[in-house]
């Protein structure tokens, strides 16, 4: 929840726009990170069971580091369009990307359950999108671009790395310098000079603590994963977007529409019953 709130607050309060700019920060504080943490810690233990060679970099870490990397810009580039609230509906859509996508590559089987979870979802963030206030179809159009970037990264996770056991701390060891480099090849095209020139308008202490708690909340979700179950793990997570949503509205003054709420509430039935049944 800090994360959203403060990158929102920076982007919108702070007016400082350059989401290519803060996500590649992002990146290379937590490259910088994870390997202090690997030489200090056993936090990254893991990351030694992992024999990294070429043929593994080049097929599965680097596109799956181009979709990360895209699923990050877009994400965050979506801030200046919506709402933190819209945005986290949207996101309900996720699953359905992902399994539209396993489908399509038959990489999972349609049935019944899934077809009705799809519906499910699928109206509630429709409701959803019809009932917010101030849509903006660029700022949608840019979310969907995330979705689809995140739930195409996370079904080549599925595909690419089976067996290969990463916890969010380690896939962050491996995937923040190769998103951090793509970032940087972007960045000049993207938003040029700019964010450079801008710099002298923000404090260092605000770059800092931001990243901070982007790359806090890795480290939380390595220990949260190690003591809870997926059941513990699909409640809290729908526990975060409930709240979410609502300290955004109180927070940013951003109404929300009671047809969102019913619409959400539906989406959100459909999320917990994908997530509590495995997907299946």
């Known amino acids: 929840m800090s ?37 200090t810690t056993n936090l990254l233990d893991g990351a030694k069971e992992i024999r990294m060679t070429r043929d593994l970099f080049l097929r599965s870490i680097l596109p799956i580091g181009m979709l990360f990397s895209g699923s990050l810009i877009l994400s965050n580039q979506a801030y200046l369009h919506l709402s933190v609230a819209f945005i986290q509906m949207l996101k309900a859509f996720t699953p ?108 260092p202490w605000i770059l800092l603590s931001n990243a901070s708690v982007a790359f806090l909340l890795n480290i939380a979700a390595v220990f949260l994963v190690g003591v809870g179950s997926g059941l513990v793990l699909t409640l809290a997570g729908v526990f975060k977007d409930i709240l979410l949503i609502s300290g955004s509205v109180l927070l940013f003054s951003k109404p929300i529409a009671p047809l969102q709420v019913f619409g959400y509430s539906i989406a959100l039935a459909g999320l917990i019953t994908f997530k509590t049944s495995g997907g299946k």
């Open 96 to 203: 359905v990307a992902i399994l539209l996508i396993s489908f399509a590559f038959r990489i999972q089987e349609p049935n019944r359950r899934l077809f009705f979870i799809v519906f499910l979802i699928s109206c509630g963030v429709c409701l959803a999108s019809y009932g917010e206030i101030a849509f903006d179809m660029t700022g949608f159009l840019i979310q969907a671009g995330a979705i689809a970037f995140e739930a195409s990264r996370l079904v080549m996770i599925q595909v690419l790395l089976q067996g290969l056991k990463m916890d969010p701390l380690v896939s962050l060891y491996y995937y923040a310098p190769v998103c951090a480099a793509i970032n940087l090849l972007i960045l000049p095209f993207a938003e040029g000079m700019a964010p450079f020139r801008a710099l002298a308008t923000i404090s």
């Open 3 to 39: 994360v959203i709130l403060y990158n929102n607050y920076v982007y919108n309060t702070l007016l400082f726009e350059f989401p290519v700019f803060m996500v590649t920060w992002h990146l290379i504080f937590a490259a910088i990170g994870t390997r202090i943490l690997e030489r």
